[in-house]
């Protein structure tokens, strides 16, 4: 299999896969160490931006990822040449980092300051209003449902406006300390490209009954992913705005190139 694939592709494919057997067998947490921090927290180190894009957090998430990699990788470097498929997977995969931290920038001090608020003015309506805009996943949890019950009975116990301040408190360190890990920026930016160099070649996908174009594919899945990233489903861990980051720099890059197709990498 993998001697009909293209070099850059296969060392991707060999890198990601080597990296998971490694972190399946060794006791360092790698998904902590090189997983990509919120840019504000003591676990943020700047090489995070680089070495998130190996590390994957299950079988499920490696799988999609060097799945869509070996199907739509080996064409656009044979189309592009091995140097500048390797600047597009890096270029991507980073712009859709820095997307993804600037949004979750943007949601944890919009989260921050919400508890701030809270904490100024700590009431049972408060807390529940917090939690429900603000941690969906912790509102439905019946521990958490629980205490608030509680906590409308004790209104002025002081040990319910502890206990409520603290777990506002652990709401916004969960949100600040989420790593996020995985290639999916650039394997995003690939299906990008083979949607704008190839938007007439048609797709045969096991969750679509019909052939369809690979540029109503691509529109589609971006669509998806803004809607999705705004809606925020409870239960929901995936990073879409990193997807559409992905997305957002392929389209740069190539309209770049494309200005400029007298250089070659």
Known sequence: MFGRLSPIVKNLLLIN????????????????????????SDSFRPYQFFTHLFIHGGLGHLFGNMFALFIFGPLLERFWGGQRFLVFYLVTGLGAALLYSAINFYEVTKLRNAVESYVDNPTPDNFDTFVRDNAEFAWRSPEVQNFIDQYYDNPN??????????????????????????????????????????????????????????????????????????????????????????????????KVWQGKSNTFY
Do not use: C
């Open 17 to 40: 896969i080597g990296i998971f057997i490694i972190q399946s067998f060794v006791s360092i947490n790698l998904v902590e160490i090189g997983g990509l921090r919120y840019i504000f």
């Open 157 to 254: 116990s002081s040990s319910y406006v502890s206990q409520g301040k603290e777990l506002a408190r652990q709401i916004l360190e969960r949100k600040a300390d989420i790593p996020m890990v995985g290639a999916s920026g650039a394997i995003f930016g690939i299906l990008m490209a083979f949607g704008l160099l190839f938007p007439n070649t048609e797709l045969f996908l096991l969750f679509f009954p019909f052939p369809i174009k690979a540029k109503y594919f691509v529109l589609f899945y971006g669509l998806y992913e803004l809607w999705a990233g705004f809606e925020r489903v409870p239960g929901d861990n995936v990073a879409h705005f990193a997807h559409l980051g992905g997305m957002l720099f392929a389209f740069i890059l190539i």
